[in-house]
């Protein structure tokens, strides 16, 4: 009898114990899970939730919905397929192919993912996203479009909370043109410049900020381009808030013809040879460091300064560009200027006009040009 009484009493521990082994893993304190599907499907012995159709997973403040998902109830891990969303706060993540952690809040999402946030967007090909601190690190023709830009690059890691994100070279940032500044609303030359995007690329990597105004830095061959300049440095600063670009390194700054000009009908085409070689002709100039005001297009070069246009070149410590009034300024110890028949100025300030293609020196003027016969 004892012994029937000792085996009966095993086995029911032993049923006990199975069956709460089968029993739904309790959610954590403060949580609750719900699924709804056209079908679903539960192996209690591993604890496995199988759902097809319309399937919307819901773990705490998370939502998943897709076509086919798999729950591991112990785990709290989900595997979705077929149009996957996964919504949590404020931020959506849309691909084909996701995988959930709800323990560590992970996502891994792969074959086109998309995350979206009130004023951002973030394309990849696969990343893996933390929800908890809103890190995201993506790879494979990345985009990620804030209100005023857009940056590009192979893989990037970004802080969506903070609104940071460093890319891999090469990468390439798009400023948004705008409006002209205040002020300058009647110019139409600068409200073309100032609609057209600009665009800044770099072989190396590229760190972005856009929290409270858009900020970017790049090293290892970068390149700065504009509807009326191009440039090339080995590094550059951008900073919407502080209005400007600075280029150091090697600068060598294009400023390109002014057929642009043509085509936004801003000026007539020219009627002549003359007036044809006055639009097209191109002007570099080369210098240690140039700074570009965004909002006026004036800019200022220091460092082995040197401006050259078809024969013509000048050289100083320092250069102002004035773009309203069309006009450069070199200073320095000693500014030359040479022409292409040969004559040569030097002077402590000179003043070149480019739409008059006159110049005016000051201090110390010496001069030389061929006297003709």
Not at 230 to 237: F, M, Q, S
């Amino acid at each position: 009898m004892r012994r029937w009484l000792a085996a009966l009493t095993l086995a029911l521990v032993a049923i006990g114990t199975h069956a709460r082994a089968q029993q739904p893993v309790p959610p954590p304190e403060g949580e609750r899970g719900r699924l709804r599907a056209e079908r679903v499907r539960y192996d209690a012995r591993n604890g496995v939730f199988e759902a097809r159709g319309n399937v919307r997973l819901e773990l705490g403040d998370t939502t998943i919905t897709c076509q086919v998902l798999t729950y591991h109830e112990r785990d709290r891990v989900a595997w979705a397929e077929g149009s996957v969303e996964v919504v949590q706060k404020g931020t959506t993540l849309r691909a084909p192919v996701v995988k959930y952690e709800a323990n560590p809040r992970i996502t891994y999402a792969s074959g086109g993912v998309v995350v979206v946030q009130e004023d951002l967007e973030l394309r990849s090909q696969n990343l893996k996203y933390r929800h908890q601190e809103e890190v995201a690190f993506a790879e494979g023709a990345v985009q990620l479009t804030t209100r005023n830009g857009r940056l590009e690059a192979p893989s990037l890691w970004a802080d969506l909370k903070n609104k940071l994100a460093e890319a891999s070279g090469p990468a390439k940032l798009v400023r948004r043109g705008g409006a002209p500044p205040r002020g300058r609303e009647g110019d139409r030359v600068l409200a073309a410049l100032a609609k057209e995007d600009t665009t800044i690329t770099s072989r190396g990597p590229m760190k972005y900020a856009w929290l409270r105004t858009e900020e970017a830095t790049a090293q290892e061959s970068v390149r700065l381009e504009q509807v009326d300049k191009d440039a090339r440095a080995e590094r550059i600063t951008y900073s919407e808030g502080e209005d400007r670009i600075e280029l150091v390194g090697s600068v060598r700054l294009h400023q390109r013809s002014g057929q642009w000009l043509v085509r936004e009908r801003l000026v007539r085409p020219p009627r002549d040879e003359e007036e044809r070689k006055a639009l097209e002709t191109p002007a570099v100039l080369e210098a240690d460091r140039v700074v570009i005001v965004l909002s006026s297009r004036n800019s200022t070069a220091t460092g082995n300064v040197r401006v050259t246009q078809e024969g013509r070149r000048a050289t100083g410590d320092r250069a102002e560009y004035d773009d309203q009034e069309g006009r450069i300024v070199l200073s320095g110890r000693r500014v030359r200027l040479e022409r292409e028949d040969g004559s040569w100025l030097e002077a402590e300030r000179v003043v070149v006009s480019l739409r008059e293609d006159t110049f005016e020196a000051h201090g110390a003027v010496d001069t030389t040009f061929p006297v003709r016969r």
